[in-house]
């Protein structure tokens, strides 16, 4: 069924079972601006427990339901990806890896209803398997001061929430429809969740697909398709004595992947399907399915909470080359991860966290060919931190972490040459940060913090011998790597009234044996450029500035600013920068509340004109061809949400969005396909990103 056949329909199933009133949480024009300008009320959890932001001495951001709802984007991680100081490295619209202060890969720890999300995210095509509709609000937190969530962290903690059981003695639905434009995406999702006794229960269902994408230079891009299909169920127990709850989540994508490969006279690019807007895959293609299942505990204490959450995530990975029945490339990841933590009640100011957590994880080769071996990995860190509040002015927090890790792989002869050697690493150290705020008023506040990170080599970087197919390269890994070690200083301030708001955070940033990959000379398959991985000295600097300003109740101008410069010490020109740095970006947006009263169609109406300008990034590593400048560019959106009613009733909420409304064909400088075929007859280099799109997105809420 066409999605302009369903959007009506949605809207007519609402009206027809709304019984009652609902209350909307779109906040009201005076709603928003408090929300906006009182950030630092808000509460985070990747700190010591749950905390107010005022209390965070390092950099945190947090972004909501509203907000992510209203945002037009392919996965959570495009979403959060606007985020100042956050950007994703991408593989067309379907796969993101997010970067925090130009730190990605296995530098982000992303945690998923309480469990750190482990999928293979050591690979440029391999995002982060979790669906969008099951997200309530993304807390992001930068730099390695979060020394709850693992040694991982150097760049920072990801933290996707879930949406929380409803009220006692409620159940709540929503359905959610949305449509885009450029690459013919079509999503739909189904909620309920209830709460009975103290009994809860949520269970949700997501279906997405598009086609390939098109812009200005290259029409549509093949292999751009992918089709999304998730499910959750959470039950549990919510009682006085703590919680209990029980979820399982299944998530299956199958993203085509994109060649890039051009006809040499012609310069168009080939595809092995016909038809470029079908929604079915097309030669190669991956499959991915993610089956996640966690328990989550709490008691609470007459000191106060123990928790206690429990995970097993199994992750398979198939490449389809030849054929689609037939894969060649087949990876199979088992994770067991564990975090017992206690959490105290505040005391005299005191405030405490100490715990245990760590994985178990196996990989195996179902395929016929292979990247990396398979391997064993054993994890265990004990962590404790605490909170000081001194007075009304001064909070001191600061806390220290030891981490244990041992690799384990086996050797792989094939065709009797030794592709993998046996290979037992052990690593281990000790982090910790120490970090204060001090609120010179109750509107301005000061904030320092020094952390020292630590990440160990991952096996892709110690032991890949093969091609990686959907990164269209040959990859090579060293045994001999060392573990990477930082000390970050942030240094931040941050200013809020009713009608302006300022942000200013700065960090500088040594890592001793940054590991990165490059590209090599050498040549092990005539097919494929050759990439090595290579470590050295580096240092990041950078800052994030934002201006809100509110002249009048209904007019909100928004600004944010965000620059990093990462080099690798001691040496020459084209070594000095270190690859697959974001370029700078400023964000700016203007939006309109629109007053309205109930008896009209639409009620608290927002209009949103917003630009993206990304500079110039000539701070490239350009040895043996690894990166090329990217050219600076302005992207323009407008959008546009509302409330729906009939007869005083909220029936639905509506969200039109239009991206890059001038059509301009654009390469971001951490999009994989950059890198793609050269096109003999424009002379231009890679595929492009996608051009001007619409968004339409409908969700209808009931509550019983």
């Known amino acids: 069924m066409k999605p302009f056949f369903i959007l009506p329909l949605l809207c007519l199933c609402a009206a027809i079972s709304a019984q009652q009133p609902t209350r909307s949480d779109f906040p009201s024009t005076s709603d928003s601006v408090v929300r906006h300008v009182r950030l630092s009320d808000m509460i985070v959890t990747g700190v010591t427990g749950e905390t107010d932001m005022r209390s965070a001495s390092m950099p945190v951001n947090l972004i909501q339901s509203q907000d992510l709802r209203s945002l037009s984007s392919s996965n959570v991680i495009d ?65 390695p001061a979060s020394l709850i969530y693992g040694s991982d962290a150097m ?127 097309s030669l190669p293609f991956q499959q991915v399915k ?84 398979d391997f064993r990995l054993q994890d265990v860190g004990i962590y404790t931190t605490a909170v000081k509040t001194l007075g009304f002015r001064w909070t001191l927090n600061g806390g220290l972490r030891y981490d244990w890790r041992h690799f384990r792989s086996d050797a792989l002869e094939e065709d009797g040459d030794l592709r993998f050697s046996n290979l037992s690493r052990g690593f281990n150290a000790l982090s910790g940060s120490l970090g204060a705020v001090y609120s010179i008023t109750d509107d301005l506040h000061l904030r320092f913090n020094l952390a020292r990170g630590f990440r160990a080599p991952g096996i892709n970087e110690l032991a890949a011998n093969g091609v990686h197919e959907g990164s269209q390269r040959y990859e090579i890994g060293d045994a001999r790597l060392s573990p990477e070690h930082s000390l970050q200083f942030d240094l931040s301030a941050d200013y809020t009234s009713r009608f302006v708001s300022v942000r200013l955070s700065s960090f500088a940033n040594r890592i001793d044996n940054f590991i990165f990959l490059r590209r090599s000379p050498d040549v092990f398959d005539p097919a494929y450029h050759t990439y090595v991985y290579d470590q050295g000295d580096a240092r990041l600097l950078g800052f994030e500035v934002g201006f809100d300003l509110m002249p009048i109740r209904t007019l909100t101008f928004s600004n944010d600013f965000s620059f990093v410069d990462a080099r690798q010490l001691n040496q020459p020109d084209s070594t000095r920068y270190l690859p697959f740095t974001p370029a700078p970006c400023w ?104 051009g001007r799109n619409f968004t339409f997105k409908l969700i209808v809420p009931v509550e019983f």
């Open 79 to 143: 979403a959060i990806s606007r985020l100042p100081g956050v950007s994703q490295l991408t593989t067309g619209p379907g796969i993101s890896k997010p970067v925090i202060r130009g730190l990605g890969y296995n530098r982000v720890v992303v945690i998923a209803d309480g469990v750190r999300q482990e999928g293979q995210q050591w690979g440029d095509e391999h995002g982060v398997e979790v669906p969008d509709d099951a997200v309530s609000s993304v807390e992001v937190i930068k730099g």
């Open 155 to 281: 760049a920072g903690v990801v933290i996707i929430h879930p949406y929380l059981a409803p009220a006692e003695g409620s159940v709540n639905a929503s359905a959610t429809t949305e449509y885009q434009t450029n690459n013919g995406l079509f999503r739909y999702a189904l909620s309920a969740a209830g709460n009975h006794s103290g009994f809860v229960w949520n269970a949700r269902y997501n279906d997405k697909r598009a086609h390939a994408y098109k812009n200005r230079y290259d029409g549509y891009v093949p292999g751009s398709q992918f089709a999304e299909r998730s499910g959750h169920l959470m039950l549990g127990l919510n009682k006085r004595w703590g919680h209990s709850r029980l979820s399982w989540t299944a998530y299956h994508l199958t993203p085509s992947i994109i060649e890039g490969e051009r006809d040499s006279v012609s310069g168009r690019l080939l595809s092995s399907n016909d038809n470029v807007k079908s929604y079915s895959k």
């Open 587 to 690: 964000t700016a947006s203007l939006r309109y509340d629109v007053l309205s009263r109930p008896r009209f169609c639409f009620e608290r109406l927002s209009l949103t004109a917003a630009m993206d300008c990304f500079m110039r990034q000539s701070h490239v590593f350009t040895a043996d061809g690894t990166e090329t400048v990217t050219p600076s560019y302005a992207l323009l959106s407008l959008s546009m949400r509302a409330d729906l009613r009939i007869a005083r009733r909220k029936v639905a909420e509506l969200y039109v969005t239009a991206d890059n409304i001038f059509d301009r064909a654009v390469q971001n400088h951490l999009s994989r396909l950059k890198y793609a075929d050269f096109n003999p007859v424009t002379g231009r280099q890679g595929v492009f990103d996608m």
């Open 290 to 373: 993610h089956y996640k299942l966690v328990w989550d505990n709490a008691l609470r204490l007459s000191s106060g909470q123990l928790k206690a959450i429990f995970g097993y995530q199994q992750n398979r990975r198939q490449e389809f080359e030849e054929s689609a029945d037939d894969y060649a490339l087949y990876l199979k990841l088992h994770t067991f991860t564990y975090d017992v933590r206690f959490l105290s009640r505040r005391f005299s100011g005191w405030k405490f966290a100490t715990g245990v957590s760590g994985m178990c994880q196996w990989s195996v080769n179902g395929g016929d060919e292979y990247v990396i071996p």
